[in-house]
């Protein structure tokens, strides 16, 4: 570590005004400020000073993300060598997986990180470190057969209209993995739904194996279709197809501990939005129409799909969900009923947990307003009756 | 009144296509811009419709300006509009059947295009019949400019045609594992688009940009 940063220290001076790589300012301080916690602070006005900065956060997402994306490897090749009948094992299913997540991975940091950089560059700011997460995310809510250019424009449409045009990392409205999601889900619906696209069809660097028409469809979308599938604990473990990160609960209730272990996502989102979808399937369950996926029992509806990756990864993301403390009940407990009531009633979709969690990013600010304002109200009647 | 082609009846028609363009800068007629740019047919025929709408309805207005009673300016122009606008609907029932039927409600929508009741008000109430025909075609041809864009990319993109013609499905593409952008064809890009277009202009005249 003291190597590196004597290395830093050393090839500082280029980078300063007049240096000979001054053009690479931003990438130089983006990479310094990510390997060691600046040791500068703030020149104007009143701060708060944590021990903890906004990198240090980012780096903590990413390895509570990392069991689920472990395990999605895993996923990936087990569910190829399961469909095309081929012996498999451990090392060759996670060989093929691994060979099938990294080049995602890649497009969408390559990506993501270039259009920040430009950005960063161009309005002579510091890079923003906003996108190291989603950057981990994006690859893992698509499904393994989305083609990397489609990954690419997706991943560039989200950086520069969800996140760029409102201010850049902190003041975006929407979850940029989710926008970059959305973008893919409506603009290529062939690759991102239906029965094709769940379980790799192809053989990498001589893994696996080449096979044409491979169909394989999510527990959710037979619900949707036929009937509903029996609750069955692959369903917990996550050897079912579907999004390459999200099918496993054991391995996002790992990267859950973590994140509320150091504290950085809120027990009270993650909790809502557990409750919320609870509740709204026993409703389906007890009321619902005639149809396969509302009588889904409620813990199947928590387990399947992209539920519990919505709850832990998305819902908790600190700059779209609401900032009161009440205010995140709602806002979970809204996550989670809509993400229900969007896979039963709307015929369109098998999944809602995306669709939840974009819609409720949008009432996040009125939910904070409302509970601000209640609360002001209170202390002022407070006042009012002491006097 | 000064000659024909002074210098600023040729600002009069030129201004609206460019520097005060009525979709980018003003920002009205945005409803229909959304509806009938998924195609790029449908998107010249409603173009040139406005044009033709603005500019005559101008002109009519400009003629009767003196006599029409204030209290009652906003019936009389509507009169006239509907009246040009149903000439327009009926011709193109007549002889564009198709793209009538692919432009559905928004032809007759037209009347309440923005852009319209905005020029008659601003404009054609005040000045005389010559420069007020300027005034409807230069901020028709902005309009249908605009439409023309965004139409152009979203066929293009969306449905890989334009006007129809056969541009990007080809096997040897499809093959390349192109796939046309379904998002291009709904509304929601056609905003995204003119919001582009919009971006881009602010940022070539920095004197379009608000102050802060």
């Known amino acids: ?387 | 009144m000064g000659s024909l082609f002074s210098a600023k009846n040729k600002e009069v028609f030129s201004t609206p296509i460019s520097m005060n363009n009525p979709v980018t800068v003003q920002v009205l007629g945005i409803c229909s811009a959304l509806a009938v740019t998924s195609k790029l047919e449908p998107a010249i025929v409603m173009g040139l419709s406005v044009t033709i709408i603005t500019a005559f309805s101008n002109v009519v207005i400009s003629l009767i300006r003196k006599t029409i009673p204030n209290r009652i300016r906003i019936i009389v122009q509507l009169v006239v509009v509907a009246a040009l606008v149903t000439i327009v609907s009926e011709l193109l029932k007549a002889f564009a059947y198709d793209v009538s039927v692919q432009l559905s409600v928004y032809v007759g929508l037209i009347i309440t295009n923005c852009i319209l009741m905005g020029r008659l008000e601003a404009f054609a109430m005040a000045n005389g019949p010559w420069e007020s025909c300027l005034d409807g075609l230069g901020n028709g041809l902005g309009y249908a400019k605009i439409l023309v864009i965004v139409a152009f990319i979203r066929e293009l993109l969306g449905s890989g045609t334009l006007l129809g013609f056969n541009i990007l499905n080809y096997d040897a593409i499809k093959d390349a594992g192109y796939v046309n952008n379904g998002l291009m064809l709904m509304p929601p890009m056609a905003l995204i688009i003119v919001a582009c277009l919009i971006w881009y202009q602010r940022a070539k005249h920095p004197e379009l940009q608000d102050k802060e």
């Open chain 1, 1 to 387: 570590m003291k190597a590196l940063r004597n290395y830093l220290d050393k090839i500082k001076p280029n980078f300063e005004e007049g240096g000979k790589y001054h053009a690479f300012r931003s990438v130089f301080e983006g990479f310094e400020t990510f390997l060691f916690v600046p040791n500068t602070t703030s020149k104007t006005g009143t701060h708060i000073h944590d021990a903890i900065d906004s990198k240090r956060i980012m780096s903590f997402v990413v390895i509570a993300l990392l069991p689920a994306l472990l395990f999605g490897m895993y996923n990936v090749g087990y569910q190829h060598y399961h469909a095309t009948g081929v012996e498999g094992s451990f090392i060759q299913m996670f060989g093929y997986g691994f060979l099938a997540v990294l080049p995602k991975i890649i497009v969408s940091y390559v990506v993501g990180l270039g259009i920040e950089f430009i950005v960063a560059q161009w309005k002579k700011e510091e890079i923003q470190e906003g996108f190291l997460v989603s950057g981990m995310l994006i690859p893992m809510i698509v499904p393994v057969d989305c083609p990397l250019w489609m990954l690419a424009v997706a991943t560039a449409f989200s950086v520069i209209f969800a996140k760029e045009v409102f201010g850049g990392t902190g003041m975006n409205i929407f979850n940029p993995a989710l926008i970059t999601r959305a973008f893919l889900f409506f603009a290529y619906p062939t690759k991102m739904s239906g029965d094709t696209v769940w379980v790799s069809s192809d053989s990498i660097f001589g893994l696996g194996k080449t096979v044409d028409g491979l169909t394989a469809a999510t527990p959710l979308g037979v619900a949707k279709v036929a009937e509903c599938p029996a609750f069955s604990w692959d369903m917990v473990t996550g050897l079912i197809p579907g999004s390459i990160g999200e099918t496993s609960v054991i391995a996002i209730a790992i990267g859950a501990v973590i994140l509320l272990w150091s504290g950085v996502a809120s027990w009270r989102t993650m909790l809502s939005v557990f409750v919320g979808g609870a509740v709204m399937g026993m409703v389906f369950n007890a009321f619902g129409p005639d149809t396969a996926i509302a009588h889904m029992p409620w813990y199947e509806h928590l387990c399947l799909g992209g539920f519990c990756f919505g709850a832990v990864f998305m819902a908790t993301d600190p700059v779209t969900s609401s900032r009161t403390e009440n205010g995140k009940f709602v806002y979970g407990f809204l996550i989670g009923a809509m993400a229900i009531i969007i896979r039963v009633l709307n015929p369109g979709y098998p999944e809602g947990m995306m669709l939840a969690i974009l819609l409720m990013n949008i009432f996040a600010p009125l939910i904070d307003y409302v509970v601000v304002q209640n609360n002001i109200s209170r202390r002022a009647k407070r006042a009012m009756s002491n006097k």
